[in-house]
């Protein structure tokens, strides 16, 4: 059975720093391009960032760029989400998922695993 599992959310002030963490049960997580995406209250579920099945290949939200930085370690079958300058609208419940497309998609219908999600709120 899959799972991805998040953790390290919590609460930060306007300019802190948050590192997320998705731990994957996934027997070939190396073969999985790996995503991270956001959702706010009343809002769609939104890219964040996705990286190649290797590291190789990085890709961001605008809204995010030059702020937040994601990372794997397939030794660990572990992804991360460094995420720093935060900012009130980065609030959100950030989920993680898994697809095997060799491209770096930024659509959620296109990845086939998801965690259960984590909670980032950021006080101004």
């Known amino acids: 059975q899959v799972q991805l599992v998040e953790s390290g959310g919590g609460l930060v002030q306007a300019g802190g720093s948050l590192r997320l963490s998705c731990a994957a049960s996934?027997?070939?997580?190396?073969?999985?391009?790996m995503g991270w995406f956001r959702q706010a209250p009343g809002k769609e579920r939104e890219f964040v960032a996705a990286?190649?099945?290797?590291?190789?290949?990085?890709y961001y939200a605008d809204s995010v760029k030059g702020r937040f930085t994601i990372s794997r370690d397939n030794a660990k079958n572990t992804l991360y989400l460094q995420m720093n300058s935060l900012k009130p609208e980065d609030a959100a419940v950030y989920y993680c998922?898994?697809?095997?497309?060799?491209?770096?998609?930024?659509?959620?219908?296109?990845?086939?695993?998801w965690g259960q999600g984590t909670q980032v709120t950021v006080s101004s």
């Open positions: 990286i190649a099945w290797n590291g190789g290949s990085t």
């Open positions: 996934l027997r070939t997580f190396s073969y999985y391009t």
């Open positions: 998922a898994a697809t095997t497309t060799n491209s770096i998609p930024t659509t959620p219908r296109v990845y086939t695993y």
